[in-house]
């Protein structure tokens, strides 16, 4: 029989159904935005013969009463872990669905000692449709929600939480980037998908499944987003024969590119102050390089042949001279090194400037073995506009080493009075279709510092090769040398993928022709 008592946590009340047996594990189930303990009552009763069941109702929802403020995702695997260790459950199988199963992956991120095997269903958000109103759109477009079952459960567990509360909660689900916290999960994880979900495509699914140290991957045909109700005793036998250490599913290989940035607490107020000085401080003495600057250095015309040119991108309010150091320090690698005269301060939108910097690179030959693009910020942006665009290939443009680059956008521009800053706007056209643009992430290697005052998200690129050296800032981080390392590993990476696709029957566009030397 059903049991219901309250946990209480830093102000905020987390109501729980216990049911099942009294050995084997306990199951703890968390529910996704909006909803409640009551629609896992399949599962629960399959679950409860081999085990005890802890159904939450996390605070705000279902019979919980409503908190000050919602939970981040990170404050919500905080709570489970506090919660499984308040109540003693032994032998914890952590199972979220939804917007659950983010706050699942940070808590066994966070807690790993606690946590041996977790399950994720239908795990969200898709960075690809990441935002409320993609996400309300898959959501109706998936045909399990017309099963009078889920519309009955859902009705009622809405209307206890409220519109007004359920918009409150969704910001923290959407901002989540729980492709960032999954490298750090070192339970086991089983990926359970509903064949029809439309909210989770099979591509993410997978994807998630692979970023995790060891993961499997199950699908339930037939079913969709709310595949736990519509078939909890299929769902139930998934997650107890994970639970009892049985192969389930199918390994999906290690994501290329994944993402792996270690999981970091918020610095300290006083740190960041400093390392917005310093940033600044660079950034100012950086701009003096533009004085005299009117041609890059000659020596910057020789190097190797057999190695990949450079072009350098510099970022918003930045004259190539800027990354002169940067310049410097791969020449002196063996690399040739071009800039593209023109730009100006970089002020013009993103298209244009990667369609000017294409045309200049058409007027000049294309080195034999390619060119990689270099760049900063706003650069980062261009370039891979530059990497979209069909004539890419004639180029010679093996791919590109971002430093420091906003993919995501960045929150502080809708602050700017510029059109240049409000163009990095996470909601703007341009920052959209780059994001979408996931075909290119494998050409892009990303080299960013722990702290970025300027990109708050990060620089993180899912699929791409994502490096985090450990000197903070958007601008100091150039003159490190841990980023012209990174930089230098990056451009040979791309170098030695195109060799390999050379390996195959393919056609070479520009291979043979004769170098070119200084700016375009």
């Known amino acids: 029989m059903a049991s219901t008592r309250v946990f209480r946590s830093g102000g905020r009340v987390t109501r729980i159904t216990r049911s099942g047996r009294d050995d084997g594990p306990g199951y703890v189930l968390v529910h996704g935005i909006g909803m409640a303990h009551e629609y896992w009552s399949d599962v629960a009763a399959e679950l409860g013969r081999s085990g005890t069941v802890y159904a939450l109702d996390l605070p705000g929802f279902g019979d919980a009463p409503q908190p000050d403020e919602p939970l981040t995702m990170r404050g919500a695997g905080d709570l489970l872990a506090d919660l499984v260790r308040a109540e003693g459950i032994a032998d914890p199988v952590l199972v979220g669905h939804s917007a659950g199963a983010q706050a699942v992956a940070e808590a066994a991120a966070w807690h790993p000692e606690l946590f041996e095997r977790i399950v994720l269903i239908a795990p969200t958000v898709n960075p690809r449709e990441r935002s409320a109103g993609k996400q309300a759109l898959r959501l109706l477009q998936d045909l399990s929600l017309t099963h009078p079952k889920v519309l009955g459960l859902g009705v009622v567990s809405y209307a206890k939480a409220g519109v007004s509360w359920y918009l409150e909660s969704l910001p923290p689900v959407i901002e989540h980037r729980v492709e960032l916290t999954l490298p750090n999960v070192a339970a086991r994880t089983l990926v359970i998908r509903g064949e029809r979900d439309r909210l989770v495509p099979r591509e993410w699914a997978e994807r998630v499944a692979s970023l995790v140290g060891d993961g499997r991957y199950a699908e339930v045909p037939g079913r969709g987003h709310e595949t736990m109700i519509t078939a909890g005793a299929r769902v139930a036998n998934l997650i107890a024969a994970h639970a009892r250490g049985e192969a389930v599913g199918r390994v999906v290989g290690p994501a ?265």
């Open 256 to 520: 290329d590119g994944a993402v792996v940035v270690p999981a970091r607490r918020r610095p300290p107020l006083a740190k960041i102050i400093r390392w917005w000085a310093l940033d600044y401080l660079y950034a100012g003495w950086r701009q003096l390089a533009v004085l005299g600057a009117w041609k890059p250095p000659a020596k910057w015309s020789r190097g190797d042949t057999a190695l990949p040119t450079i072009v350098l991108l510099p970022g918003v309010y930045e004259h190539w001279s800027f990354l002169r150091l940067l310049g410097d320090a791969l020449n002196a690698r063996g690399h040739r090194v071009r800039v593209v005269h023109g730009l100006g301060a970089n002020l013009l939108d993103i298209p244009e400037t990667a369609a000017r910097v294409s045309r200049a690179l058409a007027r000049v030959s294309i080195p034999a073995a390619g060119q990689v693009l270099v760049a900063h910020s706003k650069g980062g942006l261009v370039a891979k506009r530059m990497l979209l665009d069909d004539d890419a290939p004639s180029l010679g443009l093996l791919g590109m080493v971002a430093i420091a680059t906003p993919f995501g956008g960045s929150i502080y521009s809708r602050f700017m009075f510029d059109r240049a800053l409000r163009e990095f706007d996470p909601d703007a056209p341009i920052i959209v279709e780059l994001a979408d643009g996931i075909s290119v992430n494998s050409r892009i290697v990303s080299v960013f510092g722990p702290f970025d005052p300027h990109v708050p998200k990060g620089s993180a690129l899912d699929g791409a090769t994502n490096v985090q050296v450990p000197v903070a800032g958007h601008f100091r981080v150039l003159g490190a040398t841990e980023t012209v390392d990174a930089v230098v590993t990056g451009i040979r990476q791309l170098a030695d993928a195109t060799a390999d696709a050379a390996d195959q029957p393919a056609e070479q566009p520009g291979a043979g022709q004769s170098s070119s030397s200084g700016a375009a």
